[in-house]
């Protein structure tokens, strides 16, 4: 019997959820063995027409990384759409858009100002800066569209299930890939993840007190980190009450505070706003001592970039998306 056909594919990614794919070990030649790998750009030199060969639904499922920011990424996930029977979100920036979504709150041109322009490693006399057609000796070449705004995958295309995290974990992963050979799936559209925070599952729950109050924020870098307490204890952010568990406690284990990538738990429509909300409300002082101004504008100044801190991996999936520019 024919096996069946998986593709795997990456977009705007760093690459972190292809390597996953070989963290499996052992498990990738069971994986190998079982399955018919169609596209992998990473590792194996398949071509877009090779795909483009297929008849519609003939890849059993797409595992497809990376947030959607370019023409030929979408004309990419369009085509594995048709041609496959599931669609796989891999990884925080496919599912909630992740570091690339970030992006949003800039624009194209203001990044390729600060890219190609301005940062001190480059030196660029001509200010030339990527374009979509140019004429050469030889002809004309093309680059795809660079779009304003990051998009997540099932902005683009429908998708079938998430795996989340930053990179997903080995486990999980090994664990959907069963599930979808045995046939044994959720209800589509699920996160194949557990449905319960991370405070809920994290070895320092013990030592989170009922009520924290926090009177400075503080960064990892400033202070000694205790490594049994809980980090919202020791007055650093950690979005472990906002944060869906999953991930093994990766980040908690080496003694960082959980920054968010396993994105949202159900119900949550946008993560950063959740996460303001759980943050805000355990700020102030302990008892019945009130905070002056002075308290309150200290405290807010110790979050270095808000935006940025509460809508790390989840931007484009947010009520905001982007920001809105001129
Ligand atoms: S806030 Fe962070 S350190 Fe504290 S219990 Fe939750 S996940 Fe663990
Ligand atoms: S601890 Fe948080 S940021 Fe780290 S891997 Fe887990 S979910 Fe992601």
């Excluded at 795909?51 to 059993?60: C, R």
């Excluded at 301005?118 to 006399?125: A, G, H, T």
């Excluded at 959740?274 to 355990?282: F, Q, R, W, Y």
Aim: aromatic content about 6%.
């Amino acid at each position: 019997m024919a096996k069946p056909k998986v593709a795997f594919y990456w977009c705007a990614s760093c690459g972190g959820c292809e390597e996953t794919v070989v963290d499996l070990n052992e498990d990738l030649l069971k994986v190998a063995d079982a399955v018919d790998i169609v596209l992998y750009p990473v590792a194996l030199d398949f071509k877009r027409k090779d795909i483009e060969s297929l008849g519609d639904g003939e890849i059993a499922v797409s595992f497809i990384n990376g947030a959607v920011r370019t023409e030929e990424q979408e004309e990419m996930v369009k085509l594995l759409r048709a041609k496959s029977g599931l669609v796989v979100a891999f990884g925080s920036c496919a599912h909630i858009g992740g570091i690339p979504g970030l992006g949003n709150f800039w624009t194209r041109d203001t990044i390729f100002q600060r890219v190609y322009k301005e940062v001190p490693s480059v030196e660029n006399p001509g200010g030339t800066t990527p374009q979509e057609k140019v004429a050469v000796d030889i002809g004309e070449l093309t680059l795809p569209e660079f779009w304003d705004t990051v998009k997540t995958l099932d902005q683009v295309i429908p998708v079938d299930y998430y795996l989340p995290g930053c990179p997903p974990p080995p486990d999980l992963v090994m664990n959907a890939i069963n599930a979808i050979l045995t046939g044994n799936l959720p209800e589509k559209g699920a996160v194949l993840a557990p449905d319960k925070a991370l405070c809920d599952t994290c070895p320092r729950n013990e030592t989170k007190p009922e009520k924290i109050s926090i009177k400075e924020i503080k960064r990892p870098y400033e202070i000694k980190i205790d490594p049994e307490k809980c980090f919202l204890e020791q007055g650093l952010i950690c979005h472990g009450p906002f944060t869906r568990s999953g991930c093994g406690e990766t980040c908690i284990k080496a003694n960082m505070p959980c920054r968010g990538c396993f994105g949202p738990v159900d119900g949550v429509v946008d993560q950063g706003a959740k996460g303001l909300s759980a943050i805000v409300s355990i700020l102030g002082l302990e008892g019945e001592e009130r905070m002056t101004e002075e308290d309150v504008q200290k405290l807010i100044d110790g979050i270095v970039d808000p935006a940025g801190t509460f809508y790390r991996f989840s931007l484009p999936a947010s009520l905001l998306r982007r920001r809105r520019m001129e």
